[in-house]
């Protein structure tokens, strides 16, 4: 949700003025008036999946992950990543599509969610961006994938921006749900006014140890709660939930994101083998592989303009505002139009 526009947010707005001749030169497209695709997907309604194949496990960095695998082994790869408070599931109907399509496409779980689980008892359990990133291209790594599509929302969206800034060697093409996602700690230490602090309040209820207690105890109702604000339109039923709701039991999960949190404040350490990888982030790399950014029409969750970050990406680039009640789960809420935009960024 809000996750995944957490403090990059403070940078967006000193890079809006500089974006606005970039958006007045057609860099962002409009937001419905997409021309039709050529190669369209069939029309799917959302919801019309409610399970993978059985899940696959593989060793991979510091995990082993559990993931689901769609299409032919051979098809062009496309790596899929989820957020919080979400999980594999959000592409439930857009693995299929693109299976169809001859895509070959791995889902991950995070660590902290589903079946993915350490490889030592004492790792550490961070939720720094750039471990997340590590992870995606640690499993490329163990998958023996060279190259991928690489799209996601939230935390996903995040990892799979840092993907394509930092290694886009192993990026062909990217989508990334409400655009550009990298931030710094730095950043996060500054202060907003006071109505801008208030769509963070779950931020701050995570950097006390009442608010830890409180998700590990609540973690189910906390999770809904975020889908009903951030999808505001989104009319999912109990049954939708509870298949995504069971990947938090993962006894990773809290540690996990009360990591996140806490390190996104500078209330926590990372670790120190991701400085480097950290430092070049803080930079605010710009993106140069093929990218389509995509946004729901009734996204609840707080997210900056397409302005704001449109001359982040200095490849081929498209933007695209999903209609219909739109939110922040748009894989899900939207599974055609991701999907599609998949397709047509590795046209």
């Not at 098809?75 to 399509?101: E, N, Q």
Request: aromatic content about 10%.
């Amino acid at each position: 949700m809000p996750s995944e526009i957490s403090v990059h947010r403070r940078h967006f707005c000193g890079m809006a003025a500089t974006t606005v001749a970039a958006v007045s030169l057609g860099i962002v497209s409009s937001a419905d008036a997409q021309s039709t695709p050529a190669n369209p997907l069939p029309a799917i309604k959302p919801g019309a999946n409610t399970s993978f194949a059985p899940l696959k496990q593989i060793d991979a960095g510091v995990l082993n992950v559990g993931y689901a695998d769609a299409g032919p082994a051979d098809g062009p790869a496309v790596l899929l990543l989820h957020g919080w408070p979400y999980d594999i599931y959000s592409y439930v109907d857009v693995a299929p599509l693109l299976a169809s399509a001859g895509y070959r496409v791995i889902v991950p779980y995070l660590r902290g969610y589903g079946s993915t689980r350490f490889l030592t008892n004492d790792a550490i359990r961070n939720g720094q961006p750039s471990a997340l990133a590590v992870d995606a291209v640690a499993l490329m790594d163990a998958l023996k994938i060279q190259q991928a599509l690489i799209a996601g929302f939230d935390w996903g969206a995040r990892s799979a921006d840092i993907i394509a800034a930092l290694w886009p060697d192993r990026c062909k093409g990217l989508v990334s749900v409400s655009g550009y996602l990298i931030g710094n700690q730095a950043a996060g230490k500054a202060p907003l006014p006071p109505k801008a602090e208030l769509q963070w309040w779950y931020q701050f209820y995570f950097a006390t140890e009442r608010g830890r207690a409180g998700y590990d105890q609540y973690r189910r109702d906390f999770a809904r709660l975020i889908w009903q604000l951030a999808s505001p339109q989104w009319n999912f039923d109990d049954a939708t939930f509870e298949r995504s709701a069971a990947a938090f039991d993962n006894p990773d999960h809290v540690d996990i994101v009360i990591h996140n949190y806490r390190w996104r404040l500078g209330l926590a350490e990372g670790e120190a083998k991701y400085d480097a990888l950290e430092k070049r982030l803080a930079a605010a790399p710009t993106i140069s592989v093929p990218t389509i950014t995509l946004e729901g029409d009734a996204n609840g969750a707080p997210h900056p303009d397409a302005s704001a970050y449109a001359q982040k990406f200095s490849g081929r680039y498209a933007h695209r505002v999903i209609a219909g009640g739109v939110g922040h789960n748009l894989p899900q809420e939207a599974p055609q139009a991701f999907a599609q935009a998949v397709v047509d960024i590795g046209a």
